[in-house]
């Protein structure tokens, strides 16, 4: 991946001021005489913590932190102010795309506790499953994989979910954590009712919505600006044995919004599907980003003559999930899914599903990783762009950036699907598009660059044509906002924050003045200086 990263020509960042060898010297005392309980990680052996999943930065942390748990945490940020400088980021599964979990000669604290070794104890400890309760105690460095595992004995598990479960719930929860169970029950972000948190500060707070909610609602969302998240407790649910997993498609934007718009909008449980969620794909036979994308069974596969004559050069997936349960006689799930597929208005006989596992659903993406990690393709960059775009604006969006820009795909997923506003919590620091609908899409380019040269467009090419498309809704006046957003300028995070700027830098000042934490955010810049509000 190195070398890859030294073949695409990423500058390296120049030292800052005051980082010197003496200092580096000060702060590696500074560190020994804090007496962790945890490790220390200097030169090569923390360089992993210097690169992400993106594949697009490349940094020099100073040290790698492995804590044992929040007071670790908190001696080390009370140690970082006492440089001018010296910045710290949690780093959870090394999944940002564009740096955000980087400290170029600062201080990186590794919260995934997937190593027993490297924080003392038993990795159970990182998930306490309260069942009468229905919610558990999660450390904040623990990986969703690990939740699932650790709830299903129970017959239990999280009600909201990310695509992707080797994320740490800390990192989803600071950013909002979306999949396809989201518009029933809301962002992870809004399953979740009580944190620990450490802030910018170095003091290890409890928070809820009403214990110290600032603190609670300001991380939550808060893209690490406030406070390292150390424990979580989540919602649960009874959890189901097994899943029907159904894809059908579309030849027109406006019939796969109108379906999947109605399905979100029947939020009550047992009146829709358990999940919805939907993509794009091209109108060709490319096996990446065609028609070989949507069949679930190598032995259905996907039949071309099926499609419209009339249809365009892309084509739209929508995905959906029932839950297997124990039905009143004589209903089978055959009916039932029978009876929620016969309000829609799908392509005739375009119709793929497959029964498996609840928990092999979930863990789907990870069948994907090790077919991607053998050719390649995972440990190549990724510069993927993800958007909230404003009901109102995606028939305009579908017209100028999928059947225009992106009409030849992207090398990967293109998720299109909606999203219920009321389900999120407008105390958090979320960034949703402005307006008054209540139903918002998120539209996810998961881009995927080719290992091999003169494979596919460039990375740079892949960058150009997201700033080509961000440039293009400007332009027309399409309604959106990035979800994992990066900037470069203050002047951008402020026009994203939009109202909501005054609040954020608020709870800059208030929970971490020195802007110590989560500097590759480029939000605030580490200065002598405290921020104001």
């Not at 940094?59 to 009370?78: F, H, Q, R, W």
């Not at 990795?123 to 306490?128: A, C, L, N, R, T």
């Not at 979930?362 to 775009?389: C, Q, T, Y």
Request: net charge negative; glycine share 10%.
């Amino acid at each position: 991946m190195i070398a890859y990263l030294e073949r695409v020509s990423i500058p390296e960042p120049e030292q800052p001021t005051g980082s010197g060898n003496d200092e580096v010297l000060t702060l590696r005392n500074g560190l020994e005489d804090l007496q962790l309980q945890g490790g220390v990680e200097f030169g090569s052996t923390a360089a992993y913590a210097g690169k992400d999943f993106g594949g697009m930065q490349l940094t020099k942390p100073l040290a790698v932190i492995k804590p044992t748990g929040s007071e670790d945490i908190a001696k080390v940020i009370k140690l970082a102010s006492r440089f001018p400088n010296l910045t710290v980021a949690a780093r959870g599964n090394g999944h940002s795309v564009n740096g955000q979990a980087m400290a170029h000669h600062g201080l990186i604290i590794d919260m995934k506790k997937s190593s027993v070794d490297n924080y003392g104890g038993n990795s159970q400890d990182e998930v306490d499953v309260h069942p009468q309760s229905g919610c558990a105690d999660v450390a904040g460095g623990a990986l969703w994989a690990d939740v699932l595992k650790r709830c299903v004995p129970y017959g239990l598990a999280p009600r909201s979910w990310t695509d992707y479960l080797d994320l740490t719930v800390g990192g989803t929860l600071s950013q909002a954590g979306v999949s396809g169970q989201s518009f029933r029950y809301g962002p992870q972000s809004s399953n979740v009712t009580e944190l620990e948190v450490v802030t910018g500060t170095g003091e290890i707070v409890t928070c809820s919505g009403s214990e110290n909610p600032e603190v609670f609602f300001g991380v939550l969302g808060g893209l690490g600006q406030f406070g390292v998240i150390t424990r979580a407790r989540i919602l649960l649910q009874p959890c189901p044995k097994m899943v029907r997993w159904i894809r059908v498609v579309y030849s027109e934007f406006s019939e796969f919004a109108r379906d999947a718009e109605f399905l979100v909008s029947l939020e009550k449980e047992g009146d829709s599907f358990d999940y919805v969620e939907g993509f794009m794909f091209v109108n060709s036979d490319d096996p990446v980003n065609g028609w070989p994308s949507v069949q679930l069974d190598p032995n259905h596969p996907f039949e071309p003559t099926r499609i419209p004559k009339c249809a365009g050069p892309v084509l739209y997936c929508l995905e959906v999930v029932l839950h297997h349960r124990d039905y009143v006689f004589p209903t089978t799930v055959d009916t039932v899914v029978d009876k929620l597929l016969g309000q829609l208005e799908y392509c005739e006989d375009l119709k793929f599903q497959l029964d498996l596992s609840y928990v092999d659903f979930l863990s789907r993406v990870k069948v994907a990783e090790k077919e991607a990690k053998a050719s390649g393709i995972w440990d190549a960059p990724h510069p993927w762009l993800n958007m909230f775009v404003a009901k109102s604006d995606m028939p305009e969006f579908d017209r100028l950036i999928f059947n225009d820009i992106l009409r030849h795909g992207v090398g990967g997923p293109i998720l299109v699907y909606p999203l219920n506003r009321s389900k999120w919590n407008s105390r958090t620091s979320v960034v949703l598009p402005d307006g008054g609908d209540d139903v918002f899409y998120l539209v996810a380019l998961l881009r995927c660059t080719s290992p091999f040269p003169n494979s596919g467009l460039s990375v740079e090419e892949m960058i150009a044509q997201n700033r080509e498309i961000l440039q293009c809704c400007r332009r027309n006046g399409i309604n959106y906002k990035l979800y994992l957003p990066s900037y470069n300028s203050r002047q951008e995070w402020e026009q994203h924050f939009g109202n909501q700027w005054s609040r954020f830098k608020e709870r800059k000042a208030s929970f971490d003045p020195m802007a110590i934490l989560s500097p590759g955010q480029k939000i605030f810049t580490r200065n002598q200086q405290e921020i104001q509000p």
